[in-house]
C-alpha cells in the first residue's frame, strides 16, 4: 500500500460506524451471534463497520470470541 | 467480605445458563450469593490468563507481574459486572457479557503496561514523523507532499484543540488508545469521536483541494 493510499484509508469515513461506546454495548450479542450462526456483520452493520477501522475494539472481537468460543 | 445483594434484571428471553446465573448473583442468602461470585471471578480469572497470553506476545510478561495483572483484571471485572448486572437484558449468554470486561481490562492493563516500558521519555511533536506514521517513501513524497501539507494545515487551522491533541498524541506520537484514555481520564468512545470528527474535517480540507472525492463523508 502506498503512502496516498495509506492516508486515504485513514480518512475512510463510514456513517454506519457506531462508535466504542456502542460497539462494546453490543459486543457480546454480536459475538453470541457469529458463534451461532456466522452472520453478525449483517446482524450488526454498525457495529461491524466500527470493527472495520478501530484497532483496539476489533482486538476485543478476537478475545471475546476466543473466550465465548472456549466456553461454548 | 459480605457484598450487598447486586441489582439483578427481571429476568426475561433468557437462556437456561444465564437464567441461573442471575438468579444465583441475586440470591437473598449471603453464603449462596458468594458462592456465586466465587465461580464467576474463577470463570473471568481464567478468560484473563488466556486473553493475556493471547495478547502478550513480546511483551514476555509472566511469573507474579503476569498474575498480578490478570488478578486485578479479573477483580476489576468482577466489580464492573456486579455495577453494571441490572444492564443485562439477556441478548446474549451471560458468560459472554461478562466475559467482555474481563477482554477489556486486560486489554487496558496490558497496553498501559506495555507503553510504559516503550515510550520515550519525551513526547514531542515531530510533524518530521508525520510521512512515515502513512508510508510515504520518497517517492510518494515527491509526488503527493502537498498532501501532508495540506494535512498539517487542516490539524492546525480546522481541528479545535482537543481533536488537535487527539490527532498528535494517536497519530503523530503514537500513543495508544487505551494509553490515551487513562491521560485525558475520559473513555474509549469519546476520544475515537474526536479522532473521528478530526478525520472528518482533515478530508473535507482534501476534498477541497481537489485530493479526495465527497464520497464517504459524513454529514456534519
Redesign the interface.
Known amino acids: 500500500m502506498t503512502g496516498p493510499e495509506s492516508l486515504g484509508r485513514f480518512l475512510e469515513i463510514d456513517p454506519a460506524d457506531v462508535g466504542c461506546g456502542d460497539t462494546f454495548r453490543l459486543l457480546a450479542a454480536y459475538v453470541d451471534r457469529q458463534l451461532e450462526c456466522g452472520d453478525a456483520e449483517a446482524r450488526y452493520p454498525g457495529v461491524a463497520a466500527h470493527l472495520r477501522v478501530c484497532g483496539p475494539c476489533s482486538e476485543d472481537l478476537r478475545g471475546l470470541l476466543a473466550a465465548a468460543g472456549l466456553g461454548s | 467480605m459480605e457484598r450487598a445483594a447486586p441489582v439483578v434484571p427481571k429476568p426475561r428471553r433468557l437462556d437456561h445458563e444465564s437464567a441461573e446465573w442471575i438468579a444465583a448473583l441475586g440470591e437473598d442468602v449471603p453464603r449462596a450469593r458468594e458462592a456465586a461470585l466465587a465461580r464467576l471471578h474463577g470463570?473471568l480469572l481464567g478468560?484473563a490468563r488466556?486473553?493475556a497470553t493471547?495478547?502478550a506476545g513480546s511483551l514476555r510478561l509472566a511469573g507474579p507481574e503476569f498474575d498480578d495483572l490478570t488478578q486485578q483484571a479479573a477483580d476489576d471485572a468482577l466489580l464492573a459486572i456486579i455495577s453494571k448486572l441490572g444492564e443485562f437484558r439477556g441478548?446474549?449468554?451471560f458468560?459472554?457479557?461478562a466475559?467482555?470486561f474481563?477482554?477489556?481490562e486486560?486489554?487496558g492493563k496490558l497496553?498501559r503496561h506495555a507503553w510504559r516500558r516503550t515510550a520515550p521519555s519525551l513526547m514531542e511533536e515531530d510533524w518530521g514523523l508525520l510521512?512515515d506514521r502513512?508510508?510515504?517513501?520518497p517517492a510518494?513524497?515527491a509526488e503527493?507532499g502537498e498532501?501532508l501539507v495540506l494535512?498539517r494545515q487542516a490539524v492546525d487551522e480546522d481541528l479545535t484543540p482537543r481533536q488537535r491533541r487527539i490527532f498528535v498524541a494517536i497519530?503523530l506520537q503514537g500513543v495508544?488508545?487505551?494509553v490515551l484514555v487513562e491521560e485525558l481520564q475520559s473513555?474509549?468512545?469519546a476520544i475515537?469521536?474526536s479522532l473521528?470528527d478530526a478525520?472528518?474535517k482533515?478530508?473535507s480540507r482534501?476534498v477541497a483541494n481537489g485530493y479526495?472525492d465527497e464520497k464517504?463523508?459524513?454529514?456534519s
Open positions: 470463570l478468560a488466556a486473553e493471547r495478547r441478548d446474549s449468554r458468560t459472554t457479557w466475559y467482555k474481563v477482554i477489556l486486560v486489554a497496553t510521512p502513512f508510508g510515504f517513501g510518494d513524497i503527493f498532501l494535512v497519530v495508544p488508545l487505551d473513555n474509549r468512545n475515537y469521536k473521528f478525520r472528518r482533515i478530508r482534501l479526495m464517504d463523508v459524513a454529514p
